[in-house]
């Protein structure tokens, strides 16, 4: 996953000097970025920031944005307007250390592109090289910024790649149900948000989003839930029940940010962040979730949302250990996994050989990492040998094999124990149930 820049505010600091702001003293934000930054003046990549702020407004700048208690952020307080430039009264003593800090206004409007020059030239130079799999698009504002990405990245020929839109900022909550229709999956910024928005908004807004990434079946993640362990070996129980609120209100994926980038104890973080999550899941009531998601879907069903149903529904009905998904795009294990079953869904994605007249090409390999970011799915990529054959690719049979063998040596399935395979046979879409016998 690649991080952008996007539309963000920020402070340029060429000479790369730490800078050291002191509480009450006053300090000048400026568009003229050939001036250079100091304890005095702070040039920024805006010209409409003092179009857009009054006096008595906040201001927040630094490498990780103010907490609260942090020393690499710093609180300002507009005083006084002065043509382009904004006269400031710092709040909090700190020191900023390198070439570019975050700079944060509560609830104003950048007319900054929704993919920055420099995003497009690291795109262009790293992304295609690494064939990445997601863009989180930074400060995603409505639904034209996923457009205007999706056609770049389509221009740079990532295509395939899927766009996770950061929701950071009041625009994003505005204009959420626009976006999430347009994006593959939704990242819920809880460190910018929780400046935008009145503190005891923020778990309003998170679960409502949750909730409806859940009903279209397009994965939710939730970030800044363990700050306390970027200097500290445990989180504090507030951070912990955080973690299991997040799992229990149906998220996929927890981020973690400043706990693994700069923090003292990445490990730590990410093994106690993982306890909490299968601890949570133990306790997450499938069986209700599944009522709610079918009731929520819209009648008549779509054939493949109807496959998926029933597929889930067989599987509880017969106790199966596990669901066995056939699919070549992901998208049919996306939809069985959006209905959350009580077992897990192995994913065997089926490679195929594309021509364009001109290359060949395989797709296979980005499916399979992509379904990675949906809960529950545990994804398995076939060998084009395996199915190589006219037979072996109406059956599966082969595969399927080979895809029982591996569940048996992870552990997931024993003697006697059934399994609910969903493929395509022909034209038509099957759900069998196999008992495996010695």
Not at 63 to 82: K, M, N, P
Not at 143 to 148: F, G, K, P, Q, T
Request: charged share 25%.
């Amino acid at each position: 996953m690649l991080d952008t820049v996007g539309p963000e505010l920020q402070v340029v600091n060429k000479s790369e000097k730490e800078i050291s702001l002191e509480a009450d003293a006053t300090v000048v934000l400026t568009p003229d970025q050939d001036k250079e930054a100091s304890a005095s003046l702070l040039p920024i990549n805006f010209h409409g920031l003092a179009q857009s702020v009054n006096p008595g407004d906040q201001i927040y700048i630094g490498q990780y944005l103010f907490t609260g208690r942090e020393t690499t952020s710093v609180w300002l307080e507009v005083s006084d307007l002065r043509g382009d430039d904004v006269v400031c009264l710092i709040k909090s003593s700190a020191s900023l250390k390198g070439s570019l800090f975050t700079l944060h206004v509560y609830r104003i409007h950048v007319e900054l592109p929704i993919l920055s020059d420099w995003d497009k030239d690291v795109i262009r130079k790293w992304g295609v090289k690494n064939k990445i799999d997601f863009i989180s698009l930074a400060y995603t504002r409505h639904a034209e910024d996923v457009r205007h990405a999706r056609e770049f990245l389509a221009e740079v020929g990532l295509d395939q790649t899927q766009i996770i839109a950061k929701i950071e900022n009041i625009e994003g909550v505005t204009h959420y149900d626009e976006i999430l229709k347009e994006a593959d999956g939704i990242m819920v910024a809880r460190g910018n948000l929780g400046m935008d928005l009145p503190a005891e908004k923020v778990f309003l807004f998170q679960k409502a989003a949750i909730y409806k990434c859940n009903m279209a079946g397009k994965p939710a993640i939730v970030t800044r839930v363990v700050d306390t362990m970027t200097t500290n070996l445990r989180p504090t129980r507030a951070e912990a029940t955080d973690v299991a609120n997040a799992v229990l209100d149906g998220c996929d994926a927890i981020l973690l940010g400043a706990e693994t980038q700069r923090g003292l104890y990445p490990v730590q973080a990410i093994s106690t962040v993982c306890k909490i999550c299968a601890e949570a899941e133990k306790v997450y009531n499938q069986a209700q979730y599944f009522k709610k998601a079918v009731k929520y879907v819209a009648e008549p069903l779509l054939h493949m949302e109807s496959i998926a149903i029933s597929a889930v529904r067989t599987a509880i009905k017969v106790n199966a250990a596990v669901i066995i998904v056939f699919t070549s795009t992901g998208r049919t294990a996306r939809l069985i996994a959006k209905y959350r079953p009580t077992m897990p869904v192995l994913n065997v994605v089926i490679p195929r050989v594309k021509s364009n007249s001109i290359k060949w090409s395989l797709t296979g390999v980005f499916e399979t990492r992509q379904t990675l970011l949906v809960r529950g799915l545990f994804p398995f990529l076939a060998s084009l040998t395996s199915a190589a054959d006219s037979e072996s690719r109406r059956s599966n049979e082969p595969v399927l094999q080979v895809a029982i063998d591996y569940c048996k040596k992870a552990g997931i399935v024993n003697h006697h124990d059934r399994v609910a395979v969903c493929q395509k046979v022909g034209d038509a879409s099957v759900v069998k149930v196999l008992e495996l016998d010695d």
